[in-house]
């Protein structure tokens, strides 16, 4: 993101694609977008005698990866209120817990925490990613909000944006595609006004 770009109409290009995460809201031209941003922090464990055993990575809503260099990480937080990326105690134990409550056999072990990390994922407000050309400004594409799925989300998005910027087959469904149009966001816009007004 290029904090000096403020008229994207000024910029000379065939194609703008705005994957800047929150920033994509910022446009003057966007005025429609909404975007959250969203805090997770993932706790990384020792492996112990149990979780070493862990063949592929258990997802329950959050998740333990099976272990790696002797290490498994658990995560993740999800807090719209929280807007640092500070390494939390008690998220720590939140990760554990959650873990424990969902995963019977490691309900009453007991865990070395060794280290976390915390970043900031940006999300919309009905869970599902922005992709797709812009409505109304030609040759401008958006790819983001993709939460917690950003690095299976954004390479599909990469595809499927390819694809419409060369006019070809495209490797969504129709479905998936309605899904993701960020048009949806402009005409909720335009509903919203129509109820004001």
């Given at each position: 993101?290029?904090s000096?770009?403020?008229?994207?109409?000024?910029?000379?290009?065939?194609?703008?694609i705005?994957?800047?995460a929150?920033q994509?809201?910022?446009?003057?031209?966007?005025p429609w977008?909404?975007?959250?941003?969203?805090?997770?922090?993932?706790?990384?464990?020792s492996?112990?005698?149990?979780?070493?055993?862990i063949?592929?990575?258990?997802?329950?809503g959050g998740?333990?990866?099976?272990?790696q260099d002797?290490?498994?990480?658990i995560?993740?937080?999800?807090?719209?209120?929280i807007?640092?990326t500070d390494?939390?105690?008690?998220?720590?134990?939140?990760?554990l817990?959650?873990?424990q409550?969902a995963v019977?056999?490691?309900?009453?072990?007991?865990?070395?925490?060794?280290?976390?990390?915390?970043?900031?994922?940006?999300a919309?407000?009905?869970?599902?990613?922005?992709?797709?050309?812009?409505?109304?400004?030609?040759?401008?594409?958006?790819?983001?909000?993709?939460?917690?799925h950003?690095?299976?989300?954004?390479h599909?998005?990469?595809?499927?944006?390819?694809?419409?910027?060369?006019?070809?087959?495209?490797?969504?469904?129709?479905?998936?595609?309605n899904?993701?149009?960020?048009?949806?966001?402009l005409?909720?816009?335009?509903?919203?006004?129509?109820?004001?007004?």
């Open positions: 993101y290029n000096r770009i403020e008229n994207l109409a000024e910029v000379a290009a065939d194609a703008i705005l994957c800047n929150s994509a809201a910022s446009f003057d031209c966007l977008l909404t975007l959250e941003e969203v805090r997770g922090q993932i706790t990384k464990i492996a112990n005698e149990h979780t070493a055993k063949k592929s990575n258990i997802h329950y998740y333990i990866s099976c272990p002797g290490s498994n990480v995560g993740a937080t999800f807090q719209k209120w807007g640092h390494i939390l105690e008690e998220d720590h134990d939140r990760n817990t959650h873990m409550e019977p056999f490691l309900s009453d072990q007991i865990f070395e925490v060794t280290t976390g990390w915390a970043g900031i994922r940006t919309s407000n009905d869970r599902f990613p922005l992709v797709g050309a812009v409505p109304g400004l030609d040759r401008l594409y958006i790819s983001c909000a993709f939460g917690s950003g690095i299976v989300g954004s599909a998005a990469a595809h499927y944006i390819a694809d419409l910027i060369r006019d070809g087959t495209v490797s969504l469904s129709q479905d998936a595609s899904a993701l149009i960020p048009q949806r966001f005409e909720r816009a335009k509903k919203k006004q129509g109820m004001v007004s």
